[in-house]
Each structure stands twice: as C-alpha cells, then as structure tokens.
C-alpha cells in the first residue's frame, strides 16, 4: 500500500518531513516532500494506464488537481489519492467506473456524483463528516471508518455511515468495537456486522426511526447479517438496547445481543411497526425490581379490573407487575409469585388499575420492573414479530409482553432467571374516554420449544379479549399456563403430549358475558352468592368432514355448568345468539332459570349446535344410575309456564320424562310445548300417548306430539304445579 502516512503537501500544519510508502515488493520506503510534490503536479501527475496485465489502469492524483474537471480518459481508473482536497462545494461527477482509493487524504465540502463507483479505504478517515455527500450510483462497502472513528464517542461516524449508505444505495459494515451515544437509523439499510456498541450514556444504544406515518411514507426496512453485541450503562434507568418506532416495517435480524440495559427490545407506541424477524436475540442481565406493598380497592371498577394503591409511585413502564409474598431475604417475590397487567389510573401518582382483580390477594407485596426482555407495546397495527430464537436469561424484570394487536412467534429458545414469564395482553385507559380501564385484544401469539426454569413468577399469563387465538406448544413450563379471562382463546401442549384448550372457563365473582371461541365450550360458574350468567352463542360453528365433495354435518356439544346453588333459590343463565346463530330456532334471547335442591352441588345445561340452530336441555334432576343412564334436559320455551324443571332419559329403547312444571297466574289458551324431542329420538306413530300425571287437579291433561316434533300439553289451569311421570317407545333405529 503507497504512502502509508496521511501527511499532505498543502496548506497541512502537521506536514512531516517524510511520507512513506511500499515498493513493488511490499518493501517500505521513503520519499522526500520535493520529490512528492514534484511527482504529483499536473504537469508531473504519475500516469499508469491501462497496460496488458492490468484491469485498469493507476492515477495518483495529484495536491492540486481539479475535481470539477477530470478528464475523460479517467473512466474505468483507479484514482489514488493522498492529499486533503477541500472541494468548495462543488459537485463532483465522477467518470465511469472509476476507484477512488484513499490512502492517506482527506475530502470535504463537496457532493460527489457516481456512476458505478468504488471507493476503497484503509480504514482511516477520508471524509469529512456532516460536509461530503453522494449521489448517483456507488458499488462501495460504506463504513463508518470512512468518517472518523476515535473511540470515545463514535456516535456521529456510525450515524453518517447509515445515511451514506442509504445515499450510495450500498451495503453498510460494522466491524470493530465502538463506543457511542444514541445510534439512529433514519434509512432503510442493508447493514453487515460484526462489532461491539458500548453505550456512553444511559440513553437509547440503537433506535430504529421511521420519518412518516408509519403506514405509507417514511417506512424503514433494516435487512441485518452477521453478529451485534449492544452494552448499556444501566439496568436501573430507563435505557432501551433497540427501540423500533414509528414504521419498521419487513425488517429482519441475524445474531444480537443485549445486555446492561432498563429494557432491551422495545416496539414503539408510534406508527406501524410489523413484519419483523430475528434469527437469534440474546438478552441477559437486563431490567431491575423494586419491592413495595399495595392495598385493593374493596370493589371492582370494571368487570374484573379494579384499582390498587401503592406505598410509593411505581414504574409501570412494562404493563406489567408482580404480586405474592416477599422470600426470606425481602429482596425479590417467592416463586409463588404471580402476573398481573397494570396501567396508572389517569390524574393520580400511587393508584392503579390491575387486571385480574377477582383473585387478586387483598394486599401484600408488589414487585414492579424498570423494564427486561421485549416489550411489543400496544398499538393496533404493532406485532407479526417473529423470533427463531429468543433466549433470556438472568433478567431482573419481564421476559415479553405482547401487548400489540397483532401477536408474535417464538420457535425456540430458553428463559431462565427472569423474574416474569410471557404476557399476553393487558389493561389500558379507554381511548375514547381517556378514563375508564379496559382490556387489550391481543391475537394470534405462538410460542414453541420454549425452555423455563428458575424464574420467580412462572406461569404465562393472557389476559385479553376474545379469539385471541394464543398457543403453546411444545414447551417445557412447569407451573401451566394462567388465562384470567375466560374467552381468550388458548391452546398449550402438555409434557404428556396431548394438548388442552382454554375453551373451559372457571368463573367466581362478577363476569363479563362469556363469548366462547367454539361450540365445545364448558363453563363453570359459582352462583352460590352470584346470580346470573349471561352466554352469547355469536358465529359458531360445527365441524365439516367431507366425503369426496359432499359435506357432511356434525352436531356440537358445549355446556354450561352452575355450582352450589342454594336450595330453593333461583339462578339464572341469560343465552343471546347473534351473528350466524340462532337458539330454538329463534333469534332472541333465553333466559334458562334453575332452582336450586337440597343437596346437589352441579347443575348442567348441554348446548347442541346443529347447522348454524343451538338447542338447550337442562340437567336439573338425577335419573337413573350414572352407568347406565344417560340423562340430559328438555329445552322449555312455553309461553304459558312460569317455571320448568323437565328431563329425559333414553333407556332400553323408551324415553322416559320426569319433572315438573309449573303454570303461570294468567295464561293464553292452553296449549303448551314443552319441547323438542332429542336427537334421533321419534317415537312410534301415534299423535296421543298415555300420560301419568301426578297432580291433585285433575286427570284431563293430554300430552302429544305434534306435527313439527314438538311435545304439547293441553288442559293445564293456572298457578299450578304439576309433577310430569311420562314414558314413551322408540323406533327401534333411535334408542
């Protein structure tokens, strides 16, 4: 490499005596200042041209050569230079093709035009940072050498090198270790690395920004190979190792690494921010806990989010705190620990809204976090972030929080030692009341080959809206998997290989109105202090399986079961179909009302869905033993009775009907349907049957079956109860 030394002959205060250079040989030499300067005047200017074994042919451009005006002949060249040129804010357009190979100048103030253009450094600087851009069209591996790196705060050379590229359309390299303040990327970038960002400050380390509205103008896309190691100064603070804001849109990471920052992933709350991708994202040694006690408030504020108080103001930065009981030491929550999503409560400093309030412990000890592994913050367009490795380890504060619209997957990876374990969902302040808490909808998360161990709070939370449509699978999580909410939507693996759904719901306390996600629901709710439950049958389907191209229909069952219901006192379950569905071929609501008998503790109702129609039978009366009784209810939908309490029983080829029913104090004719028969179930032909009637009124009741299927009782009077004892055969073909 000629001229070793960066000492030039014009206008240099630091001129040395010498300026070294190599022989042919790769032998060092040295030349006189005369002797240089008289080799490279115009006049002098040392011409290697293109020759029989060379590519291109060699220029040394000379201390006062005129960059507005090269000749012609230059094109396809390499243009050596040594000397500093300031260019008087001139534009350069440079020949075709040509090399410019900075060995030892300097340039400043000017605009240089490429065409096809190579520009070759030693890694020392050779532009001026803020005063040489570049247009047309470069062939360069840009870096940030080319502008000056000194070590101490190399903030502004990593920062000109990512506009530079997105000026020269070239790829962008990092490699080396730097130290720096706040690294911004304003262009999208194709960047290669393989250094060190040591942080100066307890700022930001990389902040990824787009310019527009994050939708159609001023999009970023980072396209990222190789390996990046980013180092905050601060776990306490409020320092985030890559923030992705406003428009980071269809980028993708290789190899990172974070560690010694508040937060190492954030997705900002500006903008739309999607379609991202990671190969591998390491994270340890991030985030840091502090430990204070809460007190709750006596009632909820909405359904099942109400308000705590703190001891002191709390950062809830993440969405997210810990609650349980201090260890031995009071320097961290035991492993009992449990998640809950959190917002501050608008115009106060110590009191908050928690989700999950309903089994929420009065009071005790809180942890919250200054931040730890990835938060995907909530925005309606955030999310499809896609990780094939996440690994998090020794992280005093969260792993993840999805909290975006739109969901993440993770394909693998390990989280130990973190305080948290994934959070889906959470609560914010209503958007367009600025006051009331809600829930956050949050769908479509995977999370597959996770490893956990050793962390404090260790099961996953969702906690969102319905059809959230949440996975695990394939995951070692010892402790399960918590979904507060009972319409989220969540399937998981278990370590015995099958897998379970959250399409079951436990409910204490006040609820919301359940919406399943499919007609295969299970519900259990405690009624013995809470009155109602309301149901909403919206859009459910059953299964299809095809013959060849013929669909074939499957009937679905789901159910819904009250406990502890006191003896003699009424529950009631309000069904509301909508969409798609109808319910008794009906569109309105049902009120299904149960009262409760001494002794039983569960009252079921099974829900059958047939095409897009949900039928109810109300279990209310054991028949028969368990093994050889198959028992379920009647739905009841007469006008004229005030209460129902009728099931069936199919058994050796008869339907047999207990129960009773009671009529009301006015009534409009008197004919009454207590319902459809069961699936399958037709009895022999006949349009009148022997009836029992247990009753002290009369004997002049007729129960029928009518033309469309349907039971009817005529000659009942009213405000009278009557105990039904009725007993039919079947078709052989429907027992």
């Given amino acids: 490499m000629p001229y070793a030394n960066r000492a030039t002959v014009k206008n240099n205060p630091e001129l040395n005596d010498s300026i070294f ?15 240089v300067k008289g080799l490279t005047t115009t006049a002098g200017t040392s011409n290697r041209q293109k020759d029989t074994t060379n590519e291109k042919g060699y220029y040394l451009i000379p201390f006062d050569f005129d960059w507005t005006n090269i000749p012609e002949n230059y094109a396809n060249c390499i243009l050596e230079v040594v000397f500093n040129f300031d260019l008087n804010q001139e534009t350069i357009t440079l020949p075709d093709n040509v090399t410019i190979d900075v060995v030892g100048g300097f340039l400043k103030n000017g605009v240089f035009v490429g065409s096809n253009t190579t520009i070759l450094n030693n890694g020392n600087k050779i532009f001026h940072i803020s005063s040489i851009t570049f247009n047309g069209s470069f062939n360069t591996k840009v870096t940030p050498y080319m502008f000056g790196v000194d070590g101490v705060n190399d903030q502004l050379s990593l920062n000109r090198s990512i506009s530079a590229a997105a000026e020269m359309d070239c790829k962008l390299e990092w490699i080396g270790n730097f130290n720096a303040d706040t690294v911004t990327f304003n262009n999208s970038v194709e960047i290669n690395t393989n250094c060190t960002i040591q942080s100066t400050t307890d700022n930001n380390v990389i902040v990824i920004q787009g310019t527009g509205n994050g939708y159609t103008t001023g999009l970023i896309k980072i396209t990222h190979t190789g390996f990046m190691k980013l180092f905050g100064t601060s776990r306490t603070g409020s320092s985030v190792g890559i923030l992705l804001n406003n428009g980071v849109l269809n980028s993708s990471f290789d190899k990172v690494y974070i560690a010694n920052t508040a937060l190492a992933v954030k997705y900002g709350t500006v903008g739309n921010n999607n379609n991202v991708s990671w190969d591998l994202l390491d994270i ?7 430990l204070t006690t809460f007190t709750k408030a006596s009632t909820e504020t909405v359904v099942d989010i109400g308000e705590i108080t703190t001891t002191v103001p709390i950062n809830v930065s993440t969405g997210i705190v810990a609650i349980g009981l201090k260890n031995a030491g009071n320097t961290a929550l035991t492993t009992a620990a449990k998640t809950y999503p959190i917002v501050l409560k608008p115009g106060t400093t110590q009191t908050y809204y928690v989700g999950g309030f309903t089994e929420l412990q009065n009071g005790g000890d809180l942890a919250y976090f200054t931040g730890g592994g990835v938060h995907h913050t909530d925005h309606t367009d955030n ?21 975006s619209f739109y969901g993440v997957t993770v394909d693998g990876g390990k989280i130990e030692g973190v305080y948290t374990l994934p959070v889906i969902g959470g609560v914010r302040i209503n958007k367009s009341n600025n006051t009331t808490p809600e829930r956050i909808w949050s769908i479509r998360s995977l999370f597959s080959g996770m490893h956990t161990e050793a962390n404090l709070a260790q099961e996953p939370l969702v906690y969102t809206n319905f059809g959230a449509n949440v996975v695990f699978s394939g995951n070692l999580i010892a402790a399960g998997i918590r979904t507060i909410t009972p319409e989220t939507g969540v399937t998981y693996g278990t370590n015995k290989g099958t897998s379970r759904s959250s399409n079951i719901y436990h409910i204490n306390g006040a609820s919301a109105p359940i919406t399943p996600i499919d007609p295969t629901f299970k519900i259990y709710r405690e009624v013995a202090s809470n009155t109602t439950l309301s149901l909403n049958l919206a859009n459910l389907k059953t299964d299809m399986s095809y013959l060849y191209n013929v669909a074939v229909n499957h009937a679905t069952v789901g159910e819904v079961n009250l406990l502890n219901i006191p003896a003699g006192v009424t529950r009631r379950i309000i069904v509301t179909p909508s969409g798609t569905n109808t319910l008794m071929g009906g569109t309105s609501a049902i009120n299904i009302d149960i009262v409760g008998v001494e002794g039983k503790t569960t009252y079921k ?4 869905l047939v095409d897009n129609n949900f039928t109810y039978f109300s279990d ?5 033993s368990s093994t050889d009784v198959n028992s379920t209810a009647l739905p009841i939908y007469a006008d004229n009775l005030a209460a129902t309490n009728v099931a069936y029983l199919v058994k050796n080829n008869k339907l047999i009907l207990t129960g009773t029913i009671s ?3 006015t009534m409009t004719g008197t004919t009454n349907l207590i319902g459809t028969l069961p699936l399958g179930a037709r009895p022999i032909p006949s349009n009148r049957f022997t009836n029992i009637f247990n009753n002290t009124d009369s004997k002049a009741e007729i129960l029928k079956l009518n033309t469309n299927g349907n039971l009817e009782i005529t000659g009942l009077t ?3 109860e009557y105990a039904l004892e009725f007993e039919i055969t079947l078709n052989a073909s429907s027992s």
């Fill in 718 to 720: 009213a405000s009278k």
């Fill in 620 to 624: 209310t009366h054991t028949l028969g």
């Fill in 383 to 403: 999310g499809a972030i896609k990780y094939n490795s996440l690994n998090l380890f020794s992280i005093d504060g969260i792993s993840i929080n999805v909290q």
């Fill in 21 to 35: 250079g190599f022989d042919k040989d790769g032998n060092e030499i040295q030349f006189s200042i005369e002797k």
């Fill in 284 to 290: 340890a040694s991030t985030g840091k806990s502090y």
């Fill in 605 to 608: 109702v099974t829900f059958v």
């Fill in 663 to 665: 009529t009301k104090s």
